[in-house]
Each structure stands twice: as C-alpha cells, then as structure tokens.
C-alpha cells in the first residue's frame, strides 16, 4: 500500500500493539474530514485503511459545505475529524483512532444524539 506522504513508514496504534487482519467494527457509515497535507489525516486513512474499515473522505479546504459540517460536528476546525455512526472524535492521532474504535466495538450501537469523544 502507498503511504500518503513520502518518508511514511508503517504507524502502530499503540507502543506494542501491532496492526492485524482482525474483523474490525464495521459501521454503517463513516466520514473522515481532512485537511490536505496533513500528517494526522494521513495517518488516519492508513490506520482505516489498515484495517478494511470503509470510509467517506472529505476534503473541508476544497469543500466549504464539509468544513461547516465538521465545525458543527466537533465544535472546532483541526482535523481530522471522523464521524461513524453519529459519534464524533475530533482532532486525533492513530492511538486515539485506536482506543476510539475499541470503544466503538464494546458499546451498542450509538443513538440518534452525536457523542463526542476528545483526547
């Protein structure tokens, strides 16, 4: 697989947890906004990606309309900002993605209401 940035090696989530095939929580819908060139966002895509996770990428520098949703779903503009399932992590890294989608895969499916969960 082609890292997003040149130089880019393999990311682990966590100090000792290495990436696997493993069936991951497949949720009905997922929505990363990124901002281009953004290191965070790349390493996002790759841990998604890594892991068979299907996503919807939205550009919030080329796409006003995404910025303005990502600002009403998170409260801020850093990115990335992912949106699965109406529960919301803003401004993360890969080991947070991580924790995010254990929590995801332990708790039920999520109601109506956003939930936001930051580092």
Not at 59 to 70: P, S
């Amino acid at each position: 697989m082609l890292r997003r940035f040149a130089g880019c090696g393999p990311q682990l989530t966590t100090d000792n947890e290495q990436r696997t095939k493993a069936k991951m929580h497949q949720p009905q819908k997922t929505r990363l906004f990124i901002k281009p060139f953004c290191g965070w966002c790349a390493q996002a895509m790759d841990w998604l990606d890594d892991h068979g996770i299907k996503y919807e990428v939205l550009d919030v520098i080329a796409d006003e309309k995404a910025y303005a949703e990502m600002y009403r779903l998170s409260g801020q503009t850093l990115a990335p900002v992912i949106d699965v399932d109406g529960r919301v992590l803003a401004d993360f890294g890969a080991r947070e993605l991580a924790v995010f989608w254990k929590q995801l895969e332990q708790h039920s499916p999520p109601s109506s209401k956003s939930e936001n969960l930051e580092r």
